[in-house]
């Protein structure tokens, strides 16, 4: 019975998950949050029990390992009685750059090079590191692999992935489009084969990861071919609190004419912008549908910019892919929202794209065809699962050593 621990370690959090590999059921699950910060917390869900939450002081990721281990093997609330019976663990890792193609077992040299993309993403790639060196240090001898979210997008051709912007911007920094989102969209594509019942290899699917963040991915033969989100994740798709595309004469805009710092451009656009700007609401979906419900104008707003974005990027990618097999909406709004999916599809029949309104509306968190039945191209609503997908890479690395 192998299990696999998956770590997703971010700036102030630690989110863990226990997954038995035999069947693929999560054992347990948590959350330590506010890590260096006052009041920090777990909480921890046993399968099938309700959630509980454990206060601790938890002044570093160390620390806040330390906790999980304790409650995932102690009497009251473990499921393992040793943390020798964790197989292997799974790191989600945001940045591999243009080194990582895959998956990979981390030793001193990936753990090196995963240090040099730091310099692509500053904000994430750090916390990722703390979580890994933790984890060396309070498990050391049980193997750790690398999940990165760019990964999955290293198939994308050049001409897809290069800005027309000077040649020496990639060559000497880099700049040009990663994507993110890689192990949802790849988790995804997978299911969406299995629903069809077709080899991936002769698909072509769109896959929309529709949650705070949001991109969406064009999939030709199982490899990403185009997505939205770039050299960092705040391009694309208008976000709960990211611009998403905008010209970037805006930038400067904001520079010379509101007198913005580095720092508050970055802020404004990551943290301000989005759906929560446009409603004036709240960056969470069901906020805004709510007040959109009562009448709020800028909320009906909001959700058309969203939805016409999305449109905008099936239409893109069904001329990149040369028509469409299947469309897939995920995360958490793709999974749970049924306006926004109606308010996407609209129009796009001449595409032969058609849902069954009845299907769609009872389309909730579980896989489901929502497409009329005799509609060649598909949508399918698939709940993703990461931690899933991270642990299988995980086991298809290590249990093979
Ligand atoms: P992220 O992982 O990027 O933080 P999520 O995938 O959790 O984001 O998606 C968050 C969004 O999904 C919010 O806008 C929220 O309104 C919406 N959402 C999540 N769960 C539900 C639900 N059960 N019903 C309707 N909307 C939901």
Redesign the pocket.
């Known amino acids: 019975m192998k299990k696999i621990l998956v770590i997703n370690s971010g700036s102030s959090s630690l989110k863990f998950q226990l997954i038995d590999m035999a069947t693929e059921t999560m054992l347990a699950k948590g959350l330590c949050d506010r890590i260096g910060i006052n009041d920090s917390f777990l909480k921890y869900t046993v399968q099938g029990r309700d959630s509980i939450i454990i206060n601790k002081v938890m002044p570093d990721h160390r620390t806040a390992l330390k906790e999980a281990i304790f409650a995932l093997t102690c009497k009251e609330t473990g499921v393992i009685s040793d943390v020798s019976e964790i197989f292997a663990v799974g790191h989600r890792v945001v940045h591999g750059g243009e080194r990582f193609h895959d998956s990979v077992i981390i030793d001193e040299e990936v753990m090196e090079t995963i240090k040099e993309c730091i310099k692509l993403a500053p904000l994430h790639n750090p916390p990722n590191i703390t979580g890994i060196k933790a984890c060396q240090d309070i498990m050391p001898g049980i193997p750790m692999v690398a999940v990165f979210d760019t990964a999955f997008h290293q198939s994308m051709p050049r001409y897809a992935y290069l800005y027309a912007l000077p040649y020496e911007l990639y060559t000497g920094y880099g700049i040009r489009k990663y994507g993110f989102h890689g192990t949802s969209h790849k988790y995804v594509a997978r299911r969406a084969a299995a629903m069809l019942n077709r080899p991936l290899e002769e698909l072509r699917l769109i896959s929309c990861h ?5 991109s969406i991915c064009a999939i030709k033969n199982g490899k990403s071919v185009d997505t939205s989100m770039g050299f960092t994740p705040l391009d694309g798709l208008a976000m ?1 609190t990211r611009s998403g595309t905008i010209d970037p004469a805006v930038v400067i805009f904001l520079m010379e004419r509101k007198k913005m710092t580095t720092d508050e451009v970055y802020e404004y656009l990551n943290k301000k912008s989005g759906v929560l700007s446009i409603s004036g609401v709240s ?6 549908q709510a007040a959109a419900s009562e009448g709020n104008e800028r909320a009906r707003l909001a959700i058309d910019v969203f939805c016409y974005r999305v449109k905008k990027y099936i239409g893109e990618y069904s001329a990149v892919l040369g028509g469409i097999d299947g469309i897939i909406f995920t ?3 793709g ?3 049924d306006l926004v999916r109606e308010k996407t599809l609209e129009g796009l029949e001449y595409l032969g794209i058609k849902i069954d309104k009845e299907k769609n509306s009872i389309a ?2 579980r896989e489901l065809d929502i497409s009329v039945g005799d509609a060649k191209e598909k949508v399918l609503v698939i709940p993703t699962n990461e931690e899933l997908e991270i642990a299988r890479e995980t086991l298809k690395l290590v249990g093979a050593k």
């Open positions: 529709l949650g705070n963040g949001a709960g960056s969470d979906f069901r906020d805004i995360a958490g709004i999974e749970n929202n909730r968190g």
